[in-house]
């Protein structure tokens, strides 16, 4: 359905085979004369992975019900997959630019496929956690390779059109996950979320195979000093915060935090002192523009995940719908996400992103907070409907530009850490926003006096909710709901900074550009 978004080939391009090293082609290494075949295929593994980061938010009544569960468990079932997806990220990034982004892509794409069967075998909660961390680490190998191919293949004046098709994917994705899964959950069970994961892997594998060029390696010093610190700090602050409502913000939680910190700055510091070859060279973040593309992917990792949780329960719980008329509910978002992407997309190479992003962001909040105020118990679907449909305009406004920004300047040899680098913020973003979520839902929930300490691991979907908790729940919904809201604010402030982009072909005064 993508092929609708782009045109495959413009005048600067003919279809041709991928430029090989050492041949006499007019373009530079390992771009081809029309790429666009491999970044399909690339695609398909990736909005895979990506519907996995939301999807299981519709089953969570049903996982609760089936696997004996509570709340808790279930956000460990994204957040598991989160963590995994986000920790190795960056090393992964690097590891492509050394053995070669296809290598890794197909490596991935194998580990993913084979968790997501094990995921549908299993019939406990702790299984499922488990096998979801497996399937995130076959993740955390495919998505930079995704970015970092796109970066070697596209010259930086098309790469706008590419980051589209990229960024389209990502925030279809994200939204499709709970379609998909409300589907899947009522017609089969909660086991074929994953189980559907097996053929797509298979036909993934076989298009990235045959379409994906195999590019030239760099010889890279691995870093495994950094490698150490990156993933004990991320994973310190992460299940930190995660925890620590159930544990009571206790001194343990605290102190794993803190360290969790304390370790992530030791990295950062190890990265500014390493003259060989660091895991992230700090030298990327001399382009303003990369530097805040990164801030607002994170923004967008956080509230996209944070903000699926508490629509679903509310929907399900509240508005007594099926897990797929709830996940419906998203159904705009996607659909305006897809209608725009191949304008945004032109847009995306001659116009300046913060015009482009300001008004994405813009959107965005205004969509979220419209949103708070239909959760009611008597509200009708279109009035949900509405702030969904403006939810995927500005999702349009700001994938795109945003990617296409972050990658521009990146030089060849840079392409897998740079990718690396974009990724792992946009999934610590996410990994905070489920934790994030969770805190401020039990804290609404405790805050609700008539809701008498009502546990939702107690009620099913389809109606089970009694009447007299539905208008408090959703109140406690509506009210988490403000946490995604709030933290887009912060993507605005910072694409307010972007610099006027350099590269070939944006504007009519390009080259005088500042």
Same mark, same amino acid.
């Given at each position: 359905?993508?092929?609708?978004?782009?045109?495959?080939?413009?005048?600067?391009?003919?279809?041709?085979?991928?430029?090989?090293?050492?041949?006499?082609?007019?373009?530079?290494?390992?771009?081809?004369?029309?790429?666009?075949?491999?970044?399909?295929?690339?695609?398909?593994?990736?909005?895979?992975?990506?519907?996995?980061?939301?999807?299981?938010?519709?089953?969570?009544?049903?996982?609760?019900?089936?696997?004996?569960?509570?709340?808790?468990?279930?956000?460990?079932?994204?957040?598991?997959?989160?963590? %995994?997806?986000?920790?190795?990220?960056?090393?992964?990034?690097?590891?492509?630019?050394?053995?070669?982004?296809?290598?890794?892509?197909?490596?991935?794409?194998?580990?993913?496929?084979?968790? !997501?069967?094990?995921?549908?075998?299993?019939?406990?909660?702790?299984?499922?956690?488990?096998?979801?961390?497996?399937?995130?680490?076959?993740?955390?190998?495919?998505?930079?390779?995704?970015?970092?191919?796109?970066?070697?293949?596209?010259?930086?004046?098309?790469?706008?059109?590419?980051?589209?098709?990229?960024?389209?994917?990502?925030?279809?994705?994200?939204?499709?996950?709970?379609?998909?899964?409300?589907?899947?959950?009522?017609?089969?069970?909660?086991?074929?979320?994953?189980?559907?994961?097996?053929?797509?892997?298979? $036909?993934?594998?076989?298009?990235?195979?045959?379409?994906?060029?195999?590019?030239?390696?760099? /010889?890279?010093?691995?870093?495994?000093?950094?490698?150490?610190?990156?993933?004990?700090?991320?994973?310190?602050?992460?299940?930190?915060?995660?925890?620590?409502?159930?544990?009571?913000?206790?001194?343990?939680?605290? /102190?794993?935090?803190?360290?969790?910190?304390?370790?992530?700055?030791?990295?950062?510091?190890?990265? /500014?002192?390493?003259?060989?070859?660091?895991?992230?060279?700090?030298?990327?973040?001399?382009?303003?523009?990369?530097?805040? %593309?990164?801030?607002? $992917?994170?923004?967008?990792?956080?509230?996209?995940?944070?903000?699926?949780?508490?629509?679903?329960?509310?929907?399900?719980?509240?508005?007594?719908?099926?897990?797929?008329?709830?996940?419906?509910?998203?159904?705009?978002?996607?659909?305006?996400?897809?209608?725009? %992407?191949?304008?945004?997309?032109?847009?995306?190479?001659?116009?300046?992103?913060?015009?482009?992003?300001?008004?994405?962001?813009?959107?965005?909040?205004? /969509?979220?907070?419209?949103?708070?105020?239909?959760?009611?118990?008597? !509200?009708?679907?279109?009035?949900? *409907?509405?702030?969904?449909?403006?939810?995927?305009?500005?999702? %349009?406004?700001?994938?795109?530009?945003?990617?296409?920004?972050?990658?521009?300047?990146?030089?060849?040899?840079?392409?897998?850490?740079?990718?690396?680098?974009?990724?792992?913020?946009?999934?610590?973003?996410?990994?905070?926003?489920?934790?994030?979520?969770?805190?401020?839902?039990?804290?609404?929930?405790?805050?609700?006096?008539?809701?008498?300490?009502?546990?939702?691991?107690?009620?099913?979907?389809?109606?089970?909710?009694?009447?007299?908790?539905?208008?408090?729940?959703?109140?406690?919904?509506?009210?988490?709901?403000?946490?995604?809201?709030?933290?887009?604010?912060?993507?605005?402030?910072?694409? *307010?900074?972007?610099?006027?982009?350099?590269?070939?072909?944006?504007?009519?005064?390009?080259?005088?550009?500042?």
């Amino acid at each position: 359905m993508f092929t609708l978004l782009v045109t495959q080939t413009d005048a600067a391009g003919t279809p041709g085979a991928a430029a090989q090293p050492g041949t006499s082609s007019a373009l530079p290494p390992g771009e081809t004369k029309d790429p666009w075949p491999a970044l399909f295929a690339l695609c398909l593994g990736f909005f895979m992975i990506l519907v996995d980061s939301t999807i299981v938010s519709v089953a969570t009544p049903a996982l609760i019900e089936d696997l004996q569960a509570d709340v808790n468990d279930v956000v460990w079932v994204t957040s598991a997959y989160l963590l %995994a997806y986000a920790v190795p990220v960056l090393i992964t990034g690097r590891l492509g630019d050394r053995f070669g982004p296809k290598r890794l892509y197909l490596t991935g794409l194998t580990v993913f496929t084979l968790a !997501s069967l094990a995921c549908g075998l299993t019939t406990t909660i702790e299984g499922l956690i488990i096998a979801r961390v497996v399937q995130g680490f076959g993740a955390s190998m495919i998505t930079p390779q995704t970015m970092a191919i796109i970066t070697r293949i596209f010259p930086a004046q098309r790469r706008g059109k590419a980051m589209a098709l990229w960024g389209a994917t990502a925030g279809v994705a994200t939204l499709v996950g709970p379609i998909l899964g409300g589907f899947l959950v009522d017609a089969a069970g909660w086991e074929w979320i994953f189980f559907i994961n097996v053929p797509v892997g298979l $036909i993934g594998f076989a298009l990235a195979w045959r379409l994906v060029p195999t590019l030239p390696t760099n /010889s890279h010093r691995f870093d495994w000093l950094g490698v150490a610190l990156s993933g004990a700090g991320m994973f310190l602050l992460v299940f930190g915060i995660q925890e620590g409502e159930q544990l009571g913000w206790d001194g343990l939680v605290w /102190s794993m935090i803190a360290l969790g910190a304390l370790v992530f700055s030791a990295f950062v510091y190890w990265q /500014s002192r390493n003259t060989r070859e660091p895991l992230v060279p700090l030298s990327l973040f001399r382009d303003r523009n990369f530097s805040l %593309a990164n801030v607002a $992917i994170t923004v967008m990792g956080f509230s996209i995940t944070s903000v699926a949780i508490p629509l679903m329960l509310y929907a399900q719980l509240v508005r007594g719908m099926s897990p797929t008329e709830a996940a419906l509910l998203m159904t705009p978002m996607a659909l305006m996400t897809l209608v725009l %992407a191949r304008t945004v997309g032109g847009m995306t190479d001659r116009v300046h992103p913060r015009t482009l992003l300001t008004f994405g962001f813009a959107t965005l909040i205004v /969509s979220m907070l419209w949103l708070i105020q239909t959760m009611t118990p008597t !509200s009708h679907v279109w009035q949900i *409907l509405l702030p969904m449909a403006l939810f995927g305009v500005g999702n %349009a406004f700001v994938w795109a530009p945003n990617s296409a920004t972050a990658t521009r300047n990146l030089p060849p040899t840079a392409a897998g850490a740079g990718a690396g680098v974009y990724n792992a913020t946009r999934q610590f973003g996410a990994v905070l926003g489920a934790a994030g979520i969770a805190v401020l839902m039990d804290a609404r929930l405790a805050a609700e006096p008539a809701l008498g300490g009502f546990d939702p691991a107690s009620a099913h979907a389809g109606g089970a909710l009694p009447s007299v908790a539905q208008a408090p729940f959703a109140e406690a919904m509506a009210q988490a709901t403000y946490l995604p809201a709030a933290v887009f604010i912060i993507g605005f402030v910072a694409v *307010l900074f972007f610099e006027r982009p350099r590269h070939a072909g944006f504007g009519p005064s390009a080259a005088s550009a500042p």
